[in-house]
């Protein structure tokens, strides 16, 4: 061990020409963003997260749905990026480093990364849920209110929705061919707070592994795929990545 760092992941890391990660809700979460998995507070302590995010619960009452995620827009406008995001903007700048990511949030970015692939949609790109036409800039909440309208699209009046995927909605086909190509000619993979249960994103590190690649997963807890990669790291992005990437 060097710092805390298990010997062999910084070895990998040193030597990675080709290096991926693959980011879930964990890594925002010393941004004080919820994951998925955490239970809700305050306002929205009754609903489920994953149930709020599916075309069920818009179809059912869209207002709810709008506020919640104008709510989670606020939220990560407050939020910073936390030392594991600077980390990989860092080791970024130095390597052929690829970035795919399954957040809605745009932290990656703002700690100075390029993401190859948005996987599951962005929570500031909304767009018309009838007509596909982008919505521009929404302001989001700053304090939660449990319903809230959706705005009209400007060219068919239909009501503007989330620009996130939504369970059970395909994925836009950019960003996944562009994240099954980073899975198939990568030599490093860090999976990094992602619980490894929604595909196709779940598949990629078994993908990567495939393609010959190391496949590393750095979670505090057990995922869905710690199972099926090369080496488990049990730390959290802020405190693990700094440690494994700053020389
Ligand atoms: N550092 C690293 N990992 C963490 C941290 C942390 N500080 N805190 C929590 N985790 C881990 C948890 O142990 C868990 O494995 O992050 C994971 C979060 O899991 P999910 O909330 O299921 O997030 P994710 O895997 O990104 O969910 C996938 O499901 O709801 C949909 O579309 C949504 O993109 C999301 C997808």
Request: proline residues 10%; contains cysteine.
């Amino acid at each position: 061990m060097t710092g805390g760092v298990p010997e062999v992941l910084r070895t990998l890391a040193r030597s990675a020409r080709r290096p991926v990660v693959l980011t879930g809700a964990g890594m925002s979460a010393e941004s004080g963003v919820p994951t998925f998995r955490d239970a809700q507070t305050g306002l929205w302590e009754r609903f489920d997260a994953a149930s709020l995010a599916s075309p069920d619960a818009w179809n059912t009452d869209p207002a709810v749905v709008w506020a919640w995620y104008q709510w989670r827009a606020g939220l990560v406008r407050r939020a910073q990026p936390n030392a594991g995001h600077r980390a990989l903007a860092e080791w970024g700048e130095r390597t052929d480093l690829r970035i795919v990511t399954q957040n809605v949030d745009d932290l990656h970015e703002r700690a100075g990364s390029v993401v190859a692939a948005h996987l599951h949609g962005s929570l500031f790109e909304p767009r018309c849920s009838v007509c596909g036409t982008p919505a521009g800039p929404i302001e989001p909440l700053t304090e939660p209110v449990e319903r809230l309208d959706p705005p009209p699209c400007a060219r068919c009046g239909g009501p503007i929705r989330p620009g996130a995927v939504w369970f059970g909605e395909p994925m836009p086909t950019g960003p996944l061919d562009v994240a099954f190509d980073c899975a198939r000619t990568c030599d490093l993979m860090l999976v990094i707070g992602t619980s490894g249960v929604v595909h196709p994103a779940a598949g990629l590190p078994v993908l990567a592994r495939e393609s010959g690649a190391t496949v590393v997963e750095i979670n505090p807890d057990p995922t869905g795929i710690s199972h099926a990669v090369d080496h488990v790291w049990r730390t959290t992005a802020g405190i693990g990545l700094p440690a494994l990437l700053t020389d």
